[in-house]
């Protein structure tokens, strides 16, 4: 389940817990992040952004011979 790595991440974090203008630009990363993921969900994504899907398959056919 744990690893030992985690349980000595865990103590250095609790020994030395990151600063609270850390915590608070990833909560802000995370929240910028739901936002774009909740614009996406709910208004859609612009089609000029989309790109087209390729040929599953291509025919290559032998060039004529003269």
Do not use: C
Request: net charge positive; proline share 12%; hydrophobic share 50%.
């Amino acid at each position: 389940m744990f690893k030992p790595r985690h349980f000595l991440r865990m103590a250095r974090w609790a020994r030395n817990p990151p600063s609270a203008s850390a915590v608070k630009l990833v909560f802000g990363i995370v929240l910028v992040a739901l936002i774009i993921v909740g614009i996406e969900r709910y208004i859609g994504w612009p089609d000029a952004l989309t790109l087209e899907k390729p040929p599953r398959r291509v025919n290559m056919q032998p060039l004529p011979s003269e």
